[in-house]
Structure formats: C-alpha cells, structure tokens
C-alpha cells in the first residue's frame, strides 16, 4: 500500500465510524455517541500522522493529545483542550464503571454540544488532508 493507501484507509473508517455517532446520537445512547466521537478523532489523527512522518504505521495510542503531537497540524488551543475532553470518553466508554458515571452527564443537550464541536473539528482535520 502507497502513503496515500493508508491516509485513505483512516478517513474512510473515520467516515464510518462518523455515521454510527450520529446513529446513536439518534437512538439517545449519547456516552456511545461520544465514544465514537473519540475514535473518529484518532482515525483521523492517525491519517495526519502517516501524512506527516515517514512511516505509514500510527503508534497504538488512543491518546488523541499524544497523537496531534506527532502531526504538523497548528491545532488551536481550543481545539487542544477538546482533544483532552475527548479523551476521557475512550476511557469510559472501555469500562462499564467509568460508563456509569458519564451516563450521568451525558444527556441530550450537553452530548449535542460536544458533537458540534467535535463536527467542526473533524471537517478541518478532513480538510487539510490530501
């Protein structure tokens, strides 16, 4: 597979995985919704970082402020502090006693507002890629 292969294969499971977000965000499962927020962020963070480095391979993290890291991207510092946000829902969203707490938090109005702003901040990050 070609640079470009493996860019490719990150955006098309960061698409998909897009869809199933705005899936249960629709069936009200909103700390799923925001997990697969997260994931749809690390795939495309792992697309920047085979952009940017000269292996094709990511590291596994899911650390998604580790990952902006190892890419040129100039993330604001907005966009950094919802990346640290968004970390804490790949955590709970692996281990039903983290679950537990956020489906205390997370309802409609509040998941709504995470997503828009995770919304924003996938296009741009689906913009600078090639």
């Known amino acids: 597979m ?13 698409e998909k995985d ?3 977000v705005v899936n249960l965000f629709g069936k009200a499962n909103y700390p799923h919704s ?8 690390e795939k495309l963070l792992k697309a920047h970082f ?8 990511p590291p596994r993290t899911h650390n998604l402020i580790r990952l902006s890291s190892l890419t040129n991207l100039a993330i ?9 946000r968004m970390n804490d829902y790949q955590m709970e969203g692996r281990y039903p006693d983290y679950q ?21 901040l996938r296009l741009w990050l689906l ?4």
Not at 2 to 14: C, L, S, V
Not at 76 to 84: G, P, T, V, W
Not at 100 to 120: G, N, S
């Open 2 to 14: 070609t640079k470009q292969d493996y860019i490719e294969y990150w955006k098309e499971a960061a």
């Open 34 to 41: 925001l997990f697969f927020a997260h994931l749809v962020l």
């Open 100 to 120: 537990f707490m956020i489906f205390k938090i997370c309802d409609q109005p509040y998941t709504e507002t995470v997503l828009e702003t995770v919304e924003t």
């Open 50 to 57: 085979v952009k940017d480095n000269n292996t094709n391979h």
């Open 76 to 84: 604001s510092a907005e966009d950094l502090l919802l990346l640290d």
């Open 127 to 130: 913009n600078q890629l090639p």
């Open 18 to 20: 897009w869809v199933v």
